[in-house]
């Protein structure tokens, strides 16, 4: 007579978890190894484990990314973001992605959820700015760009923004001033500008 051994629920539920641990271990060094397909195969075995896995969800999501296949990044994005509603993080990851789509209510709401948790979440604000440029709120843009600039002030990407909405909005004047600003620490940025605008730095303010 055989007999048969049960697993109870709670012992399958630790196994899981052992494994998906030992996963998410082998799954890190991979990344630090540079090997991210590999990682990548790991982190989908985690999610046929655990599909609440928070680790794995946002690190396929940012390989659906890498790839651009933007539509099942953001579906991976969204997943984490029910599990974490309160990280800054998963907003802003949904948002990046909806602005990528050109969604761009959706990418507003998801960057404003992340400055309402993280206020001085820089990449936010420049991601709430080039989304109100894209709906052509160039005044509220500003807003955004100048929050950006405030938290890092050395990061050319807000001040190029800036100058170019300064020029959707007819004020060349104060695009130059964004430019000279720019030229004392990001020459190449400010001669860019330069190019595209047909401004010239040297010019009075």
């Known amino acids: 007579m055989s007999v048969k051994t049960h697993l109870s629920p709670t012992h399958t539920n630790a196994s899981s978890r052992g494994r998906c641990f030992k996963l998410r271990l082998q799954a890190k060094v991979l990344l630090v190894l540079g090997l991210r397909n590999q990682a990548h195969a790991v982190f989908q075995e985690i999610l046929q484990l655990n599909p609440q896995d928070v ?55 998801a960057f404003r959820a992340a400055l309402h948790i993280d206020e001085k979440m820089d990449r936010a604000w420049y991601g709430l700015g080039l989304v109100l ?58 001669a860019q500008l330069a190019r595209e605008t047909g401004l010239k730095l040297d010019r009075p303010v």
């Open 55 to 109: 680790l794995a969800l946002n690190s396929v999501g940012f390989k659906e990314l890498n790839d651009r296949r933007l539509t099942q990044a953001l579906a991976f994005f969204e997943r984490a973001l029910v599990l974490t509603p309160d990280k800054a993080n998963a907003h802003f990851n949904v948002g990046f992605v909806c602005e990528e789509l050109g969604r761009s209510q959706e990418a507003e709401q």
């Open 133 to 190: 440029v894209r709906q052509q709120r160039f005044a509220d843009s500003l807003v955004a760009f100048k929050r950006n600039t405030e938290l890092q002030s050395m990061s050319p990407y807000a001040w190029y923004q800036m100058a170019r909405v300064h020029m959707e909005m007819q004020e060349p004047e104060k695009a130059l001033e964004v430019m000279r600003h720019l030229n004392g620490f990001e020459p190449k940025v400010a």
